[in-house]
C-alpha cells in the first residue's frame, strides 16, 4: 500500500466569511498542492473541507499520515468524537444537531478507502508544509474575493 503524507488547512476571513482551504500531498518525490475557495463558510468547515479535496485526491487506497493544525479535525478522529455521533443518530452530548454533519458525512467517505492515521501540527509554527498550506488557503480567499 502506498504511503502519502498530507498537510492542510483551512482559513476564514471572518468567522463566518470567506474561506480558503489549502492542501499538500507528498509520496516519494511527488509532490501536489491543491487549495479552493468558497465565499461564505466558517473556518472549521474549511478545515474538514481541506481534509476531503486532498483524500479524494488519492488515486489509490494508500496508507496515509494526515497532519492538520485543527484539533476539531483531529479530535473528531482521535476521540472518536465521529463514532459518537454516528451512534447518536449525529446529536452531539449537548443534544444538538452536530455541527457540519454534511462535511462530515462527506469525509468518511473520502476517507473510507485509505488508512488514515490523524495527527496534530502546531499552527503558525516552523513546520513548513502547514505553513504551505495557510498560505495556499489565504491565497484562495484572495483569489475568490477578487473574483
Known sequence: MR?????????????????GWGAV?????HRKELS????HTTNNRM??????????????PCKVKLYSDSAYLVNAFR???????QRNGWVNSRKQ???????????????R????????????ADVAENNRCDELA??????????
Open 97 to 111: 444537531p452536530v455541527e457540519n454533519q454534511d462535511l462530515w458525512q462527506e469525509l468518511l467517505e473520502a476517507a
Open 138 to 147: 489565504r491565497a484562495a480567499i484572495a483569489a475568490g474575493t477578487q473574483g
Open 47 to 60: 478545515e474538514i473541507q481541506a481534509a476531503i479535496e486532498a483524500l479524494r485526491a488519492l488515486k489509490y
Open 79 to 85: 476521540q472518536n468524537w465521529l463514532r459518537t455521533w
Open 25 to 29: 500531498l507528498l509520496y516519494g518525490s
Open 113 to 124: 478507502p485509505h488508512q488514515v492515521e490523524w495527527l496534530k501540527v502546531q499552527g503558525h
Open 36 to 39: 479552493g475557495f468558497h465565499p
Open 3 to 19: 504511503e502519502v503524507i498530507i498537510y492542510t488547512d483551512g482559513a476564514c476571513s471572518g468567522n463566518p466569511g470567506p474561506g
